[in-house]
């Protein structure tokens, strides 16, 4: 799985987030807070989940 495809697939899930918190009347600031931190994991996840492992020596 390619990252960007899995970053790609977090952002619509970011996006679906948002949306749901702006329709249950979420103050916006907190709304980025946590599209942030969610990004932030996303990062790490999918850096994780697509990295290459090393060959052995």
């Known amino acids: 799985m390619s990252f960007g495809l899995y970053a790609t697939g977090f ?3 970011i996006a679906g987030l948002m949306y749901g ?4 009347h979420v103050p ?3 709304i980025a807070v946590g599209a942030i931190i969610l990004l932030g994991f996303g990062i790490l996840s999918g850096v994780k989940a697509t990295r290459q492992k090393d060959p052995p020596a």
């Open 21 to 24: 918190a702006h329709l249950l």
């Open 11 to 13: 952002a619509i899930f």
């Open 28 to 30: 916006g600031q907190w």
